[in-house]
Structures are given as C-alpha cells and as structure tokens.
C-alpha cells in the first residue's frame, strides 16, 4: 500500500512540475510596510509547529496585516480537535487528488484570493503544500529553503536550525531589510 502511496506522489511531482512553469521574470520585492492581506501555509500535522504558526501569524496582525492560516493535516479525515476559524482553515487527504495534488475545485476559494504575500512556513518537501503553494494567486511567495523549494518561491531563507516562529520572523525581517536598500 505504501508503494502505491509513493508511486502515486512521484506522478503528482511530475505534473506539478510539468503545469508550473518558474517565473521568467523577477517579481518586484514588495513592501512589508504596504502589505495588507498575507498566507501562511504550513503543515498542521504536529501541534507544537501549529502553536508556532499561531504565534507568528498574530506577530503579523499586530503589525496591521490581515492575516489567512491554511494548514495540511496529512491525514484522511480531520482530528476533532481541529477547529476552524475566519482567518484558520484546514485541508486534509480528502482535499486532494488521486495523485496527492490539492483539487483546486474544493480548495478554490484559498487559491483565488488575491494574497499580497504567501508565507510557505514548513521546512521540509510536502507536494500538497507545494502545490497550493504553486495554484495559489498570491503576488509574491517567501519560504525555508529546503530542496525543490526553489521553483515555487521567489525568495527562500534558511531555517534548518529555527523553529517556525523563529523562521517567520527572519522572512519578515528580510522583507523588510531589503525593501529598505
């Protein structure tokens, strides 16, 4: 069965890579300051990363942005204690495709939003949240470095040795830092 599981994920990297074409030209870095709206996903499978991710998201709504939190929960039906919320939502293996891409029908209302800033918050390779990632109408992408992260981001950070919180902070930090120069 866990064969079948990998057989299937490999296919899913090959269309996503094969549909996503990188983007030719280099966006314009946006300004941290001038963001209204901001996504974060991440992987709400572990809940201490979970916690983190709260954390940083009210991080950024002090700083006056709207914030959206869309977690992947790696599992076939949602754990009860998972709990949705206007700015919190969840998708889990009913939410994708038979090659473990997200089907962009039922997740259609994350990916249309027109995001100022995509907040890619895992460190590690997960195609369900890459792929959103890819879908999403997000103005510009920040994620950890990691290997195949660098297609679907337009800047990447190394955050081998943060906690999520911490690796939020630095993307923001970066953002900002750059803008200034």
Avoid: C
Avoid at 80 to 104: A, C, M
Avoid at 146 to 157: C, H, K, M, P, S
Wanted: aromatic share 14%; charged share 25%.
């Amino acid at each position: 069965m866990q064969l079948l599981e990998n057989i299937k994920t490999e296919i899913g990297k090959l269309i996503l890579n094969k549909s996503f074409t990188k983007r030719v030209a280099m966006r314009v870095m946006p300004d941290f300051a001038r963001m209204q709206s901001v996504a974060i996903l991440y992987d709400a499978s572990n809940k201490q990363q979970e916690e983190e991710v709260a954390h940083f998201a009210a991080f950024l709504r002090d700083q006056g942005k709207k914030v959206m939190m869309m977690g992947f929960v790696n599992e076939k039906n949602l754990p009860y204690q998972k709990k949705f919320h206007i700015s919190s939502q969840f998708f889990w293996k009913e939410y994708l495709n038979f090659f473990n891409l997200p089907d962009k029908i039922k997740l259609s209302g994350f990916i249309n939003e027109e995001y100022d800033l995509l907040i890619n918050l895992y460190t590690a390779y997960s195609l369900p949240l890459l792929a959103l990632s890819s879908y999403s109408n997000a103005s510009y992408r920040i994620g950890a470095k990691f290997e195949g992260a660098d297609t679907f981001n337009e800047i990447l950070i190394d955050g081998s040795s943060h906690s999520l919180f911490e690796l939020g902070l630095h993307m923001v930090h970066y953002l900002k830092s750059l803008r200034k120069q």
